[in-house]
């Protein structure tokens, strides 16, 4: 997250190692469940309208996915992924509004995350209280700049602190809030196209995934061949 390209090799190596192919083929096991309608593909359309963010989340979160995955000379970052827009249509879905979770207490969010989501907040609210609340902590630090008015150094510094959980928000823990932007941003990098994010399957042709195309089912047994065709989206498109 810090210093251009050797965070983004580690990103993308962890992404690699951890994550089944079937998952980078149709997103996150829940954004594949509860996806919105597929997002119109055509490269002329006019520019995206945030359909859940207001003018202000909407900045913030551009600038946020810009430094949690950006462009380098590795390849496009989220923004020409379209990752914000990945995002907004998930707010959307059942997921964004917490129907696919037990949503009865006692909450106990200080907990391992392999016990479930353990918040009375769904993502919707966690979004909405989260931006509010590292706006108003960068206006309070910064001489009045909200976070996508900050310089990039200051931008990463703040998402550390996040990340850490440094950051004391009034109705959402920081880490909490940090923890579904950076998930949500690799799902919109790695989705499938048709989830509104990985435009132009960047994510998938950054790192050689094939997507859809199911002759790549024999080639593993070619040993180290690479692949020498691009990736193909569940609705056919050709990367």
């Known amino acids: 997250m810090t210093n251009n390209t050797e965070p983004r090799r580690r990103f993308l190596q962890q992404i690699v190692a951890v994550v089944p192919a079937t998952t980078l083929a149709g997103s996150a096991g829940v954004v594949a469940a509860t996806a ?22 909407w900045k913030f ?30 707010m959307d879905t059942a997921y964004a509004h917490g129907k696919l979770w037990y949503m009865q207490g006692p909450f106990h969010p200080e907990v391992d995350a392999t016990y479930g989501h353990q918040s009375s907040l769904v993502p919707r609210d966690i979004y909405r209280h989260g931006i509010a609340a590292c706006d108003a902590y960068c206006k309070g630090k910064f001489g009045d700049k909200v976070f996508a008015d900050l310089d990039h150094a200051a931008q990463e510094q703040v998402l550390k602190e996040m990340e850490g959980g440094k950051l004391d928000f009034e109705k959402v823990p920081s880490k909490m ?18 989830y509104g994010g990985n435009r132009g399957m960047v994510g ?15 080639w593993p047994a070619k040993g180290n061949v690479k692949y020498p065709y691009g990736p193909v989206s569940i609705a056919g498109e050709k990367g």
């Open 36 to 57: 919105a309608a597929p997002a119109a593909a055509a490269p002329d359309a006019k520019p995206y309208s945030p359909l859940f963010f207001n003018d202000a989340e």
């Open 61 to 90: 979160l551009q600038a946020a996915v810009d430094r949690l995955i950006p462009a380098d000379d590795n390849g496009p970052g989220a923004i020409a992924a379209c990752v914000p827009e990945f995002i907004d249509r998930q």
């Open 177 to 194: 809030f940090f923890g579904f932007l950076w998930q949500n941003t690799k799902e919109g990098f790695f989705s499938d196209p048709q």
């Open 204 to 218: 998938w042709k950054m790192i050689g995934f094939p997507g859809a195309r199911g002759d790549f089912l024999d």
